[in-house]
């Protein structure tokens, strides 16, 4: 399994041609096949042929941490969960086994179970950089960051030009006039970038650094050429968010939810809200009571939400056309909903999201709020 960097969901990469048109029941064949799918993001198929490659070796790891991948590329991750550790409980015997479920289990929200997982893939594998950053990557989550810091610093030793690694450090502390790294990344910008990306990457992280040291005009220097760069690359019209505004404003008004009956006791409760506009302070105050348990802020409930709505129309759809299928009655959001008899504990959560409008039509997506 190929290494896999902060911010990228994981994939399969074990330098496989693809496969057309596998025969019979060869595992090998099928999981040559899923892979090439997973790396075209075509999840559902790499689904499907996984599952044929496990019905022929179902104790296969290399399948099984694929099998996860194409699990949480499918918006699974509670399923990808227990299949990463249905894999967790026997031993790998090699490096990127460990990374790749490190990666897994991480992307499933459960960065404390990835640790030792990282921790071996790098004791087995030490020159490896991209092992070694994605330890730090989730040692900075778990709050360790004088152990990210110092793997940081192995992976830039070895690899002075990674520009992420950079970006990461420079973001793990206050950086003082005595210990820094804007020498070593003002070479580094010297040298010129390979892409437009890596230089953006770099101007914010050296804006970051020299603003900590009070060097303000040299960090807004960076910064804005950061900025600018950035807007560069990105494909934007503001019509296009104009647009999904307006149609907002005439379809997602009262009658959408005037239908439905408000919460049963040990049913969840929602608190959404537009970002700063005070959901985790009310999610607080409800959770003070001894009868409520916070789940705090869930910011995957707009990736859910998107990645619902492409699943049932098998494709990507732009904005317009999600509040469109979201918001209409009849439409597919009715195929997207989450069952009015979901089952939840005892004791009431409450769960906090701050969400823009765009993702605002909860309670069409779960009728039990």
């Not at 989450?338 to 004791?347: F, K, L, M, T, V």
Request: hydrophobic residues 40%.
């Amino acid at each position: 399994m190929g290494v896999t960097v902060e911010g990228a969901l994981p994939t399969a990469r074990r330098g496989y041609s693809p496969v057309t048109a596998p025969a019979g029941t060869d595992p090998m064949a099928w999981q040559q096949l899923a892979s090439a799918h997973a790396r075209a993001g075509r999840w559902r198929e790499a689904l499907e042929c996984i599952l044929r490659a496990l019905s022929a070796a179902p104790d296969d790891a290399d399948s099984l941490l694929l099998y996860g991948q194409c699990l949480l590329g499918c918006g699974r991750r509670g399923d990808a969960r227990d299949v990463a550790l249905r894999v967790a409980s026997a031993p790998l015997a090699r490096a990127d086994r460990y990374d790749t479920l490190g990666t897994l289990l991480t992307y499933c929200e459960d960065p404390t179970r990835a640790l030792p997982h990282y921790e071996r893939a790098v004791e087995l594998a030490p020159e490896n950089s991209g092992y070694r950053y994605n330890l730090a990557t989730v040692q900075r989550m778990l709050g360790d960051l004088p152990g990210a810091e110092a793997n940081l610093d192995r992976v830039l030793a070895a690899a002075p030009d990674d520009v992420q690694a950079h970006y990461t450090r420079a973001d793990l502390r206050t950086q003082t006039a005595d210990s820094n790294h804007i020498d070593e990344m003002t070479l580094l910008a010297r040298r010129g970038f390979r892409h437009a990306r890596e230089e953006i990457m770099l101007c914010f992280a050296l804006a970051k650094e020299l603003e900590d040291v009070a060097r303000f005009e040299e960090s807004f220097s960076h910064l804005k050429r950061g900025c600018d760069l950035q807007r560069r690359s990105m494909v934007y019209d503001v019509k296009d968010d104009v647009a999904t505004m307006d149609r907002l404003v005439q379809i997602h008004g009262r009658e959408p939810i005037e239908g439905h009956v408000g919460a049963e006791a040990h049913d969840p409760i929602f608190v959404l809200g537009l970002p700063r506009s005070g959901t985790t302070l009310v999610q607080q105050i409800l959770a003070s009571h001894s009868l409520v348990q916070a789940a705090g802020e869930l910011q995957a409930f707009p990736a859910v939400t998107m990645a619902a709505v492409h699943r049932q129309a098998d494709r990507t759809v732009a904005k317009l056309e999600f509040v469109e299928i979201i918001c209409m009655p009849g439409s597919l959001g009715a195929r997207c909903r989450a069952p009015a008899s979901s089952r939840w504990q005892e004791i009431p959560w409450t769960l906090a999201t701050p969400c823009t409008r765009r993702y605002s039509p909860m309670r069409i997506l779960f009728p039990m709020i």
